[in-house]
T-cell receptor, first 107, second 121 residues
Framework: KNEVEQSPQNLTAQEGEFITINCSYS?????LHWLQQHPGGGIVSLFM?????KKHGRLIATINIQEKHSSLHITASHPRDSAVYIC?????????WGAGTKLIIKP | EAGVVQSPRYKIIEKKQPVAFWCNPI?????LYWYLQNLGQGPELLIR????????DSQLPKDRFSAERLKGVDSTLKIQPAELGDSAVYLC???????????????????FGEGSRLTVL
């Protein structure tokens, strides 16, 4: 079993839909990262969080330390949100990467 | 402020040739990472530096790969000789890790360069 698991692996939705991507981890962490990678593009950090909730524009990230679970939400999704979303657990000074969720938003 | 700068962006070489990649991290960032990313897959750590010290190079194929981080700032990653299977994107990332009482805190926000795409023919 992977130490960091994401679901779903692939997600296709219509423009405007509310999107949720989940990340579960089995290790102790000091922080949880959410990152975005557009096709053929570089990796961009979206959030780093260790508790509670963070919001940036249409993106919201939450984390439940007790349940070892984090979610990334996208409100009013847009085709430009189409990308791979990756969570990475900051554990014991190392980053443990999830496999990524490929999101496609159709106009 | 400039982000993480990598060069070259693209490199095509024949197998058995050497190749080098360069990374200039964000000013003040003490942690530097080199990752390898194959198409459709997540990044795989090759080496992590804390300042000038390589603290995690367990996944670096040391028979052909080498890296250095001079003065704890810029870094180079070298492959010699390159093999067909080395074709990938090589990503550099940096972050600022805070320390408290001699103990490292979390990684800090990660900043990635655009990557260097290597094609070995």
């Amino acid at each position: 079993k992977n130490e960091v698991e994401q679901s779903p692996q692939n997600l296709t939705a219509q423009e405007g839909e509310f999107i949720t991507i989940n990340c579960s981890y089995s290790v102790g962490i000091s922080a949880l990262h959410w990152l975005q990678q557009h096709p053929g593009g570089g990796i961009v950090s979206l959030f780093m969080l260790s508790s509670g909730k963070k919001k940036h524009g249409r993106l919201i990230a939450t984390i439940n330390i007790q349940e070892k679970h984090s979610s990334l939400h996208i409100t009013a999704s847009h085709p430009r949100d189409s990308a791979v979303y990756i969570c990475a657990a900051d554990s014991n000074y190392q980053l443990i990467w999830g496999a990524g969720t490929k999101l496609i938003i159709k106009p | 402020e400039a982000g993480v700068v990598q060069s070259p962006r693209y490199k095509i070489i024949e197998k058995k040739q050497p190749v080098a990649f360069w990374c200039n991290p964000i000013s003040g960032h003490n942690t530097l990472y080199w990752y390898l990313q194959n198409l459709g897959q997540g990044p795989e750590l090759l080496i992590r530096y804390e300042n000038e010290e390589a603290v995690d190079d367990s996944q670096l194929p040391k028979d052909r790969f080498s890296a250095e981080r001079l003065k704890g700032v810029d870094s180079t990653l070298k492959i010699q000789p390159a093999e067909l299977g080395d074709s990938a994107v090589y990503l550099c990332a940096s972050s600022f890790r805070a320390w408290r009482g001699g103990e490292p805190l979390n990684t800090g926000e990660l900043f990635f360069g655009e990557g260097s795409r290597l094609t070995v023919l």
